[in-house]
């Protein structure tokens, strides 16, 4: 295929995910649920679920292997400027307010999906079809509760924006306790991962490397970035190098998480906590916002979505496995996160509204449940079973959180009580 027929190609592909993640969007927002559950909806509708299920030789021809690296490229630069936006925003001194709560329901969301996903794989190890055959009780067990711990945090932080919860003590509990929950899953993740031929050093670069580089960011780097940011401030411009000096050390940060084997996800975001606050961050989230969300994001939603086959839960036997480990997960996630936070001091309104959106799994689930696939950790019957339980709790978020909290949200045109430092505006799809 000649350049110019692979640019044609993928300008295809372009223009379907674009209205696909359009339409869908909109159709969620009538429906009451955030864009982004249409977007990734419409992920999977364009894979071989949906689209590929009913015309497999148009879906074939339209997204072709040879285009596949451009979309992945694509769908890793969205996530990852997404997460820097989100932390751009995220206001680290009502984090430290609320820090005792959010380290409390991090460490439920995590102790108790661990519990559960060991008592499940109890029984899940003798089910065909879902673990390795070589695989052993204790790394199935880990894998199940990074699973069923993980959080939807790409997705978490578009319903708190589009909910108008950034900067409250809600949002920034959700969004501190989602960030620990994640990167703990991940750790977990590269742990296992050395067991099926990544090596004892994946491990170690997982949990030192990613400590090591935190406390850096969260430490050192914002005192490093002042003088520009002061600059800025005073010129109110931010100049095309200067602009080009951020982006490569938000790609520099994205790729130091990567390389300890973590996600570039996580890099963007401790960068965008990192960056001094005023002019400068209101000019970056300006120019980045609308190609993120309304061009990117998409890429990343459809990317997961091809590798994603519902049809396998046609079986009795695999879809009843389904639902107990939907029950189990609901239970495992959202009751626990909600316990924590009560005892955390929160009311019983804030707590349930937590753990609806703690209990959120999204394509960060699909995410760990490709990699795991694509290590030979889990079979085809346990990683359909795992898209099912992300769909599902990701889809459950919105109407239990608008259950329980959403009379007590602001009015549109009022501020929050605890106003965000820039303006999330164009972060709203919609």
Known sequence: ??????????????????????????????????????EMIAGVVLGPSLFGLFMPELQKSIFIADTMPILYIGAQIGVGLYMFLVGLEFNTQLFKQQARSAVGVSLAGMIVPFIVGALLCLWLLDQPGLFAANISYANAALFMGA?????????????????????????????????????????????????????TILAIKAVIGGAIYASFMLIKARGWLQPLADKVEQRGVLTAPEFLLVMVLWAASAYSMEWVGLHAVFGGFLFGIAMPRGKITEIISARLSKITVFLLLPMFFTYSGLRTQLDILGSWDVLSIALIILAASIFAKGVACWAAARIGGADNRTAMAVGALMNSRGLMELIIINIALSYGVIQQGLFSIM???????TLMATPLFQLVYGRHMPKPGKPDATPPPIDATALKAG
């Open 147 to 199: 699973a069923i711990a993980i959080t939807a945090f790409p997705m978490l932080a578009r319903i708190i924006y589009e909910r108008k919860l950034a900067g409250t003590a809600l949002g920034t509990l959700a969004l501190a306790a989602g960030a620990i929950d994640d990167a703990a899953a991940w750790i977990v993740l590269a742990v296992v991962l050395a067991s099926f031929g990544g090596g």
């Open 387 to 393: 898209v099912l339980m992300a769909i599902v709790t």
């Open 1 to 38: 295929m000649t350049n110019m027929e692979l640019a044609w190609a993928f300008a295809q592909q372009l223009v379907l995910i674009l209205v696909a993640a359009q339409l869908f969007g909109y159709l969620a927002k009538f429906i009451g649920q955030p864009r982004v559950v249409g």
